[in-house]
């Protein structure tokens, strides 16, 4: 195994690779820094092993990758039939999930999460290569952050009761929880992003809402830890007030960006692939459950969201290729898995084959959803 400092260096040299193969190859960054870290991990080389000090590392960036989500969500006001589409999305295969968890042997409602989570990340790239109508992007963007945002108090709320907290004890902190995201709706209705945009103007300024953000980030994931939820709400929490008191797509927020998907968040990813264990999946009962995550993942999506998608008057193909669209996961169903590894909820191999199950929705969902839209836009243009 490599000393702190060779680990690292190497670390941070794949980061690097990474970035410009996914350019290069049009593939999504994240997977490509989960193989590398499965690659230099137990699983193939064994030449970097997860310690105490990546382990430090990966949690922040896993922090810091919460709150850049909620930087870049914000609060937002949605049309009925986003929501509506988000909750076909978010419950159907939370249910399957659900069911699929009692039948493994995995806590219920933790796997019945994770199988609801969507990745925005994947959705609006794809999004943006397609000429379809803007009707249906501002559909599926809308009801994407829906779920994310619907999948990240899920995530909390199913891992605390899987660690066993009292009903009583769990209403009382969602309560108290709750108040604190009307912070970031006042600060939206009082509308001072642009006088904070005026203030953060001078340079000495701007390196104090810098640091007024680390600082943030760090006390309300305490706050969260000390009401009995995992810190990553609290993180959540921070980009969302943050998102309020700047202008969207200015300087603090590339500078935070930079920050993060320069350095603490890669490192989580690759964390991701250290902690997979694939020589563990080679036995049959472990490729069957990635059958069944697969068949309950997808086949949930799609049958929430087309049945939504048809009620709403969209065509076959466009209700299907929404569904796969959100079918694609990626962040928060890594971090959630890896979370539940640490709590020991996961096992090892259940773990893996959560992760594997990720890469391949990112890797296929994409593509497939693509030939549905194309065959929309041809459907349209025959009808025109």
């Given at each position: ?180 995201f009307i912070l970031p709706v006042t ?26 953000c680390f600082a943030l980030i760090v ?74 995550l697969l068949a309950m993942g997808v ?86």
């Open positions: 195994m490599l000393s702190e400092i060779y680990a690292l260096a190497l670390i941070l040299s794949a980061v690097f690779i990474t970035y410009i193969a996914s350019r290069r190859f049009d593939l999504p960054v994240i997977v490509l820094e989960v193989l590398t870290g499965i690659m230099l991990g137990k699983s193939v080389l064994n030449i970097v092993s997860y310690d105490i000090w990546l382990d430090f590392l990966a949690d922040f960036g896993l922090m810091y990758l919460m709150f850049l989500a909620g930087l870049e969500m914000g609060v937002k006001e949605f049309r009925k039939g986003s929501v509506l589409l988000a909750l076909g999305s978010l419950m159907t295969p939370f249910l399957l999930g659900s069911l699929l968890g009692l039948f493994l042997g995995v806590p219920p409602l933790l796997l019945g999460t994770l199988l609801s989570t969507t990745s925005i990340g994947v959705v609006l790239p794809v999004l943006r290569g397609l000429t379809h109508d803007k009707d249906f992007k501002r559909l599926t963007l809308e009801s994407a952050f829906l779920v994310d945002t619907f999948s990240m108090f899920l995530l909390t709320l199913s891992l605390e009761a899987s660690r066993g907290t009292t009903l009583i004890l769990l209403a009382f902190s969602l309560v108290f929880a709750l108040t604190l600060l939206r209705r009082l509308n001072i992003s642009e006088k904070m945009q005026q203030w953060s103007g001078e340079k000495e300024h701007f390196d104090y809402e810098v640091r007024l006390f309300l994931a305490v706050v969260f830890e000390i009401l009995g939820f995992h810190m990553v709400l609290g993180s959540f929490l921070a980009g969302l007030i943050v998102s309020e008191l700047t202008v969207k797509g200015g300087a603090l927020e590339r500078r935070l960006s930079d920050f993060g998907y320069g350095f603490f968040i890669p490192l989580f990813f690759i964390a991701v692939g250290l902690t997979v264990n694939l020589r563990a999946l080679i036995r049959p009962e472990w490729l069957s459950m990635l059958l069944l086949g949930g999506k799609l049958l929430g969201v087309a049945a939504i998608g048809k009620i709403l008057g969209l065509s076959t193909n466009a209700g299907l290729a929404m569904g796969i669209l959100h079918s694609a996961r990626l962040s928060l169903i890594l971090a959630g898995a890896k979370i539940g590894l640490e709590l020991g909820l996961l096992a090892e191999e259940v773990y893996s084959t959560i992760v594997i199950f990720a890469i391949m929705t990112v890797l296929l969902c994409p593509t497939i959803a693509r030939r549905f839209l194309r065959k929309t836009d041809r459907e349209k243009s025959v009808a025109r």
